[in-house]
């Protein structure tokens, strides 16, 4: 069982990261095919549809995680009925969630126009286009949502990711086709639902394969749904502020800027956001070893760890703001040219903002291993609504610089500390609070001093073009990470994490 256990880890891992690195590769793909055969309006028209559907999207409530977390039990028991029972509740809760989702879509269609404040492609059917992301979006709510969930429980996210991979590859390559061949963006925008649609049958297909004793019959007990009520909960109103974060401010931009901005936005926040996936897969691989440590060792011991683990991160978080500060113009000049850039204000903006929105991800892994959505919750909410105050009052007055540090003001200033408090309230203490902050600050502090210094050394280059990009990374690769050395060689955190860091490299 040991040994089935191992390579199942490693099986899902190496296909979680290849279905990664394909899902940031092949939207790249289709994302400037779009905008070069068919102009930047298309692609900040379909940016503001997906943003607006994430906020629909909400309405699920939590309700996967939460199954999917019921699931464990029974599956490692062989309650056969169990499992069957809630695979039963999670395909009714997910299709009337999802009639919920496909009501709430339909009533926005007659306020579009108002979202949308010019830059509409003459002749585009825009409650067509609409429709169509709105049926991407319910699909996943109807087509065996509960077969996703039983190969997610069951420790078979290769799966999942397979059938992911295929949809996409073949979302990708029709849509290629469609703008390159055809210069067709209804093909291009009807091939979203068909992809899903094709996603989650081989998933049902894979499932039934794998377990084809589970089939969704009987109800489970009165009290197994309040536990499940309980849990979704504190997962809504904690998922709420993450989720509102670009699809209010996508909604924002288009509302006051038009959607060619939207679609200069959406080019950098993808650049942002591929990055950001990069981490999210460091912090993913370490919240198992998290939640085990929290639940047999000390809460000193994890205090310690997390220092330790904060450290390392930000090291890795700082040098990748240095990477984004310095290389985000000379890509964005050969990606996209020079007529569809924001100027350098709005760079530093967006590294701001990825900074903030990294420095409390080691934080949030406890902060989940100790199941305390429910007493972040208003937090969570205060922080969405700073977010949506900023916005209105900063976007008149400084245009796409003013949403992306209204995000980041209110992560830095509601956000983090009133999450920092919760958790060291809750389980490491307030005494050592300030000692965290302490050090986040030194981090802030010299991540800083590395952007400065590296941006000013890439205007000493004299290279252009590719050969001036692959200058820059070069000098990203040497000089940050001989910054960071020099000032925290000396430093408590480098010393107590010096161990941690020799048992990585030798296990490497």
């Given amino acids: 069982m040991k040994y089935e256990r191992i390579r199942g880890a490693r099986r899902n891992a190496l296909w979680g990261l290849t279905e990664k690195l394909l899902a940031l590769a092949l939207p790249f793909l289709t994302r400037t095919a779009l905008i070069h055969t068919l102009g930047l309006s298309y692609g900040g028209l379909g940016g503001l549809f997906s943003s607006i559907l994430q906020l629909l999207s909400l309405g699920e409530l939590g309700l996967s995680s939460a199954i999917i977390f019921s699931l464990y039990k029974p599956l490692a028991e062989n309650d056969d009925d169990d499992v069957c029972a809630l695979m039963h509740f999670y395909r009714r809760a997910y299709r009337f969630i999802g009639l919920g989702v496909l009501g709430a879509g339909l009533l926005v269609i007659p306020f579009l126009r108002s979202l949308i404040r010019a830059d509409i492609p003459p002749g585009l059917p825009v409650g067509a286009v609409y429709t169509a992301y709105l049926a991407n979006a319910c699909v996943g709510y109807f087509v065996f949502p509960e077969c996703r969930a039983l190969l997610a429980a069951a420790h078979r996210q290769d799966a999942i990711s397979k059938s992911a991979l295929a949809a996409r590859l073949l979302c990708c390559l029709t849509q290629l086709a469609a703008l390159l061949l055809c210069r067709s963006y209804a093909l291009y925008v009807v091939m979203l639902p068909l992809s899903s649609l094709a996603d989650g049958l081989i998933c049902a297909h894979c499932a039934r394969q794998a377990y084809p004793c589970f089939r969704c019959r009987g109800s489970i007990t009165p009290e197994k749904k309040r536990d499940i009520a309980e849990k979704i909960k504190g997962l809504f109103i904690h998922r709420l502020c993450g989720g509102t974060r670009n699809a209010l401010d996508s909604i924002f931009i288009s509302a006051f800027l038009g959607l060619n901005v939207v679609g200069i ?92 929105w990294t420095m409390g991800d080691i934080k949030s892994q406890y902060a989940d291993a100790r199941g305390i959505w429910w007493k972040d919750r208003w937090r969570t909410l205060t922080e969405a609504l700073c977010n949506v105050l900023l916005n209105w009052l900063l976007i008149r007055s400084f245009g796409v610089v003013g949403v992306v540090l209204a995000t980041a003001v209110s992560i830095l200033l509601v956000g983090f500390p009133w999450s920092a408090r919760i958790l060291f309230k809750d389980y490491f203490g307030l005494r050592s609070l300030p000692g965290y902050f302490g050090a986040q600050l030194l981090f802030v502090l010299v991540t800083a001093a590395a952007c400065c210094l590296t941006r000013w050394a890439s205007t000493l280059l004299p290279w252009e073009g590719v050969g001036g990009l692959c200058a820059n990374i070069l000098l990203c690769l040497v000089l940050p990470n001989l910054i960071f050395f020099l000032c925290y060689w000396k430093t408590p955190y480098f010393r107590r994490a010096l161990p941690l860091i020799r048992s990585i490299l030798g296990r490497r």
Avoid at 276 to 287: K, N
Avoid at 311 to 331: A, N, R, S
Wanted: with cysteine; net charge neutral; charged share 15%.
């Fill in 265 to 356: 936005y959406g080019n950098y926040y993808y650049i942002l956001y591929a990055v950001r996936g990069l981490l999210d897969a460091v912090t993913q691989g370490m919240s198992a070893g998290i939640g085990n440590s929290v639940a047999v060792e000390s809460a000193e011991k994890n205090r310690r760890d997390l220092m330790n683990f904060t450290f390392l991160y930000q090291w890795l978080c700082g040098f990748c703001t240095v990477c984004l500060l310095t290389l985000y113009q000379p890509f964005m000049r050969l990606w996209m040219g020079e007529g569809r850039m924001f100027d350098h204000g709005a760079v530093i903006a967006f590294c701001v903002y990825f900074y903030v």
